[in-house]
């Protein structure tokens, strides 16, 4: 017996998206489970921070376990979406050529879907990329459509997949950073600042602390972790108008390169930057490249020259000093790794898990048993293209007008069995204080509803 009670099949060191995916499928299969995350709160890391967009997987490594996790990912994000009401934004992708050498690439950039299986992806003219949108700069040259890549909620489906891990027995642990383990050739004995923690085995998703974690926990890493930042610029929901297709430059092998996208919040999106940088915390956003991603934007659609800006904010990518995914494991240690999911983890982490549980399950002789009906629940719609709480009647008021969240919204997130832990939890789960005035006008009533019910509060308290 341990401070977190008896001995657990798989911990889960990381509540990133990677994380919840994991905590899911392992649940799922009868695995008993228990997640460790640092932080406050799940989605704390990468995964607080990216574009959005399900991929097709149309451009990744052929052969690749990145390419099967993404389109493994995809098609099952697909299937469970509706019973967790997830939304989608079936916007598709265009990769845009914009010069003679870019133009070059398209062929082979189609033939490489073709041979990722993403058979609908076809070359479009000049003449055809502004009938689809004629809002781009004249100077576009010809495109690659990617007709199945869209955009989601990037919050509400790690969400979801962690909920239900919990309704099936996962148990969550916060502010719980993994301190120390050993490994008594049998058992894992985990230590974290809430107690210590026993285990058949380990699951590394940590995200941009992977390699450290696997020095941690086996002496020596097998890989490197290289953050890489991603800023970001959110135009306001009136330059939304402006684009409907994702617009992906031809990428480089490095990036994918800066794109410019819907949100499923009603907004327009320019971004990432590609930024190698030592520190691992901080994902700062600097002025040089915000303006460059403005600027960008601007040449690719000129009339957002008028837009106005929302927000801006980072990411950071845990990238490694190789491209693919450092997904690894010792099965007689009990030890698996999905490490440097840089850049595609949001698609892929539904088909990382059931990959990850596939080598841990072949690793072992007797296993739980797998639930044929798990629950799966509505989660609240926060999509700006289908019906919001707001105009429900009976949703006790709007407490933040510019992203119109009710205050049912906010009682429900806090009163969820997964409730938020911090402020960036709580506007993760129901978007307050996201739009035009950043929480401005709303930050002292969120204050109020929330007092006593995040582990950090809004307004931290002062000592006398
Ligand atoms: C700029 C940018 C744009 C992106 N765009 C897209 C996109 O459009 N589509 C897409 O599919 N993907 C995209 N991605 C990629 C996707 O966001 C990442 O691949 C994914 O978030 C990685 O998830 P993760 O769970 O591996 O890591 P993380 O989300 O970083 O989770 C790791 C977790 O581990 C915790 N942790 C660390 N150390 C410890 C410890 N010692 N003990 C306990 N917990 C610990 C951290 O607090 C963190 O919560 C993008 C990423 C970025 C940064």
Redesign the pocket.
């Known amino acids: 017996m341990t401070a977190f009670g008896d001995l657990v099949d798989a911990v889960i060191?990381?509540?990133?998206?990677?994380?919840c995916a994991m905590a899911r499928r392992f649940s799922v299969e009868g695995a008993s489970v228990v997640v460790?995350?640092?932080?406050p709160d799940i989605?704390?890391?990468?995964?607080k921070?990216?574009?959005?967009?399900?991929?097709t997987g149309f451009d990744a490594p052929p052969g690749s376990v990145e390419l099967q996790c993404m389109q493994s990912g995809y098609d099952e994000y697909m299937q469970i979406r509706e019973s967790f009401n997830l939304p989608i934004l079936e916007t598709g992708a265009m990769v845009a050529a914009w010069d003679d050498s870019e133009e070059g690439r398209l062929p082979e950039l189609l033939d490489q879907a073709l041979l990722n299986g993403v058979a609908d992806a076809r070359l479009l003219g000049r003449a055809e990329v502004l009938a689809r949108e004629p809002a781009l700069g004249t100077h576009v040259r010809a495109a690659l459509l990617v007709p199945r890549e869209i955009i989601i909620d990037p919050w509400s489906a790690p969400l979801a997949y962690a909920m239900q891990a919990k309704a099936l027995g996962a148990r969550f642990q916060f502010n719980?950073?993994?301190l120390s383990a050993r490994f008594d050739g049998d058992l894992w004995h985990l230590e974290t600042p809430s107690g210590t923690l026993a285990a058949r085995s380990v699951i590394n998703?940590?995200?941009?602390?992977g390699d450290s974690?696997e020095r941690m926990l086996l002496g020596e890493a097998q890989f490197e972790i290289r953050p890489r930042k991603?800023q970001f610029v959110v135009f306001d929901k009136a330059a939304a108008k402006h684009l409907r297709t994702i617009l992906l430059p031809v990428p480089t092998a490095r990036t994918k390169g800066v794109v410019l996208t819907r949100t499923i919040f009603g907004n327009l999106l320019v971004?990432?930057t590609a930024e190698e940088q030592e520190e691992r915390e901080r994902p700062d956003v600097t002025r040089p490249e915000l303006d460059m991603l403005i600027a960008k934007a601007v040449e690719l659609v000129p009339a957002l020259a008028q837009a106005q800006v929302t927000a801006v904010y980072a990411?950071?990518?845990?990238a490694s000093e190789e491209k693919h995914y450092r997904v690894h494991c010792l099965p007689e240690k009990g030890y698996f790794c999905?490490g440097g999911?840089?850049?595609?983890?949001?698609?892929?982490a539904l088909g990382i898990a059931r990959h990850v549980h596939g080598l841990w399950a072949q690793s072992r002789t007797a296993g739980g048993e797998r639930f044929a009906a798990p629950p799966t629940f509505p989660l609240p719609n926060l999509a700006e293209h289908l019906p919001r709480d707001w105009q429900t009647p009976g949703h006790d008021g709007i407490v933040c007008h510019c992203e119109m969240v009710t205050g049912r919204e906010i009682e429900a997130a806090l009163g969820s069995p997964l409730p938020p832990g911090d402020f960036g939890g709580l506007r993760r789960r129901t978007r307050c204080a996201m739009g035009r005035c950043q929480g401005f006008n709303c930050l002292a009533r969120l204050a109020s509803l929330t007092e006593g019910r995040l582990s950090v509060p809004i307004a931290p308290e002062v000592d006398p």
Do not use: D, F, M
């Open positions: 060191i990381g509540a990133g998206v990677v994380g460790l995350e640092r932080a989605l704390s890391g990468a995964s921070a990216n574009s959005a967009i399900l991929h719980a950073g993994l998703s940590a995200g941009i602390q974690v991603g971004g990432p990411g950071l990518r845990p999905a999911i840089r850049s595609t983890g949001l698609t892929a």
